[in-house]
């Protein structure tokens, strides 16, 4: 008669073993990486366009006051105080005006500033007619 006898240990191995903690460890943090990136640059691009929105409002608000001046130059106190507001809301920011002439024709407006994550600018342009 052959024997049955069969060797079972006396204690079972369970839980992880230090390589799969590792791995998933490291895992957890390339994971939590890739979210802390994310949400860095979310917040810079956030950064960009709330200063690219703050240049139209500001070129909006100069060609109204064009606007209400009727067909005469702006009063330079109102285009420095204007000057005065780009520059202190945007980083670095200046403006550019070219008024238009005698004529109805349109005027161009650039305002310039600096990016706020970069030392690289930004710039747009806005046509307007008074």
Do not use: K
């Not at 802390?36 to 070129?59: C, I, N, T």
């Not at 520059?87 to 305002?111: D, F, K, N, S, Y």
């Amino acid at each position: 008669m052959r024997s049955c006898y069969q060797f079972t240990p006396s204690h079972r191995q369970t839980g992880s073993t230090l390589v799969e903690v590792l791995a998933a460890s490291s895992l957890l943090a390339m994971g939590l990486l890739g979210l802390m990136l994310g949400q860095s640059r979310a917040s810079l691009d956030l950064r960009q366009m709330h200063e690219q929105v703050q240049a139209h409002f500001l070129a909006i608000d100069l060609a109204e006051q064009s606007r209400a001046y009727g067909p005469g130059p702006l009063p330079s106190s109102r285009l420095t105080a204007w000057r005065e507001r780009v520059a202190g809301q945007l980083p670095r920011g200046e403006a550019r005006v070219e008024r238009p002439g005698p004529t109805p024709t349109m005027g161009l407006l650039t305002i310039v500033w600096r990016v706020s994550d970069r030392s690289d600018t930004a710039s747009m342009q806005y046509a307007f007619r008074p």
